[in-house]
């Protein structure tokens, strides 16, 4: 049966009904769109705010305490001019001290917004995690603490043996630190199959029976200047650092706090070659 007029007109009506609908909805969704990319904007601008707030206010922590020393050093060397030589002396290798403590947390500074030039080569991970451990050995035993390495397989990879070492021995030296009354340090190296984005990967584990990391301090432990350690003992750059240098291998850096007690830290490497 032919569609009358009236029934043509209703339906006409509700089609634009419909489309007038649908015109509001994708108005309403384009408006939520341009709301949420600016709030996100705005969020990444209060983060980048954020950061830059932290890292000045560690970069003022950090120099202020050596310019402290400077200045009231050099006031000594200028007020007290008949001082004996020894004396004087001293001052002046404070000052000197100071000064190259200021130049070695600006060149930690600059590491951290340069790109590296990575002197890439074939290494054995189990003949560098040796020469770690020997390093280390002296501040280990001072402390008390035992090293036990454990290389299930025989890895190779790609990288720089020189930063990678710096990254290795940056991680002891600060689970050492962990440890005054004595521990053990353990340092397990490993094919991790799946890796990440089902490449294989090279993991180089260290664990300590140290006290841990509190939860609230796991999300901030590779922001630069971030740091537990009373003022004159750490910069709160090594882990920052280190965690670049991995990042510029294409591998990445995990902590974390262990259920039996102490912490670990996890470097992840791709690309492992296993040695016959």
Same mark, same amino acid.
């Given at each position: 049966?032919?569609?009358?007029?009236?029934?043509?007109? @209703?339906?006409?009506?509700?089609?634009?009904?419909?489309?007038?609908?649908?015109?509001?909805?994708?108005?309403?969704?384009?408006?939520?769109?341009?709301?949420?990319?600016?709030?996100?904007?705005?969020?990444?601008?209060?983060?980048?705010?954020?950061?830059?707030?932290?890292?000045?206010?560690?970069?003022?922590?950090?120099?202020?305490?050596?310019?402290?020393?400077?200045?009231?050093?050099?006031?000594?060397?200028?007020?007290?001019?008949?001082?004996?030589?020894?004396?004087? @002396? &001293?001052?002046?290798?404070?000052? &000197?001290? @100071?000064?190259? &403590?200021?130049?070695?947390?600006?060149?930690?500074?600059?590491?951290?917004?340069?790109?590296?030039?990575?002197?890439?080569?074939?290494?054995?991970?189990?003949?560098?995690? +040796?020469?770690?451990?020997?390093?280390?050995?002296?501040?280990?035993?001072?402390?008390?603490?035992?090293?036990?390495?454990?290389? &299930?397989?025989?890895?190779?990879?790609?990288?720089?043996?020189?930063?990678?070492?710096?990254?290795?021995?940056?991680?002891?030296?600060?689970?050492?630190?962990?440890?005054?009354?004595?521990?053990?340090?353990?340092?397990?190296?490993?094919?991790?199959?799946?890796?990440?984005?089902?490449?294989?990967?090279?993991?180089?584990?260290? +664990?300590?029976?140290?006290?841990?990391?509190?939860?609230?301090?796991?999300?901030?432990?590779?922001?630069?200047?971030?740091?537990?350690?009373?003022?004159?003992?750490?910069?709160?750059?090594?882990?920052?650092? +280190?965690?670049?240098?991995?990042?510029?291998?294409?591998?990445?850096?995990?902590?974390?706090?262990?259920?039996?007690?102490?912490? +670990?830290?996890?470097?992840?490497?791709?690309?492992?070659?296993?040695?016959?």
């Amino acid at each position: 049966m032919p569609a009358n007029g009236g029934e043509i007109s @209703q339906l006409a009506l509700e089609f634009n009904r419909m489309a007038d609908h649908l015109e509001e909805q994708r108005n309403a969704a384009a408006l939520e769109a341009d709301e949420k990319l600016a709030l996100e904007r705005e969020l990444r601008h209060s983060e980048r705010l954020a950061s830059v707030g932290r890292l000045a206010a560690g970069v003022a922590h950090e120099l202020g305490a050596p310019l402290q020393v400077i200045d009231g050093r050099a006031k000594q060397l200028l007020n007290q001019t008949d001082a004996p030589i020894d004396q004087r @002396q &001293r001052n002046l290798t404070i000052i &000197r001290s @100071q000064t190259e &403590r200021i130049s070695r947390i600006v060149r930690q500074l600059l590491n951290l917004s340069r790109p590296y030039n990575l002197k890439l080569q074939r290494i054995n991970l189990d003949q560098l995690l +040796s020469e770690t451990a020997e390093l280390i050995q002296t501040n280990a035993q001072r402390a008390g603490v035992s090293i036990e390495i454990d290389t &299930r397989e025989s890895l190779k990879v790609i990288g720089d043996p020189e930063l990678l070492n710096q990254v290795f021995l940056n991680i002891c030296f600060n689970a050492i630190q962990e440890m005054p009354n004595g521990g053990t340090l353990k340092i397990e190296c490993f094919e991790d199959p799946s890796g990440s984005n089902d490449h294989a990967a090279a993991v180089v584990r260290f +664990s300590d029976t140290g006290p841990g990391i509190p939860p609230e301090n796991l999300p901030n432990i590779f922001d630069p200047f971030f740091t537990t350690k009373e003022v004159g003992n750490g910069t709160g750059l090594g882990l920052a650092v +280190s965690s670049r240098i991995i990042e510029e291998h294409g591998g990445w850096i995990e902590a974390e706090t262990l259920k039996e007690g102490g912490a +670990s830290f996890t470097v992840h490497l791709p690309n492992p070659v296993v040695m016959e």
